[in-house]
């Protein structure tokens, strides 16, 4: 979803870290291009590949212009309609959970967007 943007990253122990997401995994793992790292005094230093693990992100800074809830969604479709042809296997608890609280998190940003509409 993020791959090939621009985003900015702040990390846990104060510095930030801004570049092109060039890959990503499902843990949060990023590795950026053309990347500069902010540190605390707020020196900036120029890296060509940068890798962030996931347990170092405090908050990822998602582009303006991207429609998080749409691509939350189509992703969300994309892999009902993958993982259900791919297995007939009952969900764990672990999954439905999951499920749920991603479909929560759909709903508030829909309730959100509405609200910044209005």
């Known amino acids: 979803m993020l791959q090939g943007r621009a985003v900015l990253i702040d990390l846990r122990n104060e510095t930030s870290v801004a570049g092109i997401i060039s890959v990503s995994d499902g843990h949060m793992t990023c590795e950026l291009t053309q990347a ?10 120029a ?8 347990r170092m992100i405090r908050l990822l800074h998602v ?29 764990t608890f672990k999954q439905k959970r999951a499920e749920e609280r991603h ?11 509405n609200v910044k509409s209005t």
Do not use: S, Y
């Open 47 to 54: 890296f060509d590949n940068f890798m962030v693990r996931n």
């Open 63 to 91: 582009p303006a212009d991207l429609d998080i809830g749409a691509e939350l969604l189509q992703q969300q479709k994309h892999r009902m309609r993958v993982g259900r042809a791919k297995t007939k296997a009952k969900p």
């Open 103 to 113: 479909k929560e998190t759909l709903e508030h940003v829909t309730k959100l967007k």
């Open 36 to 45: 500069v790292f902010i540190d605390r005094n707020g020196e900036h230093h």
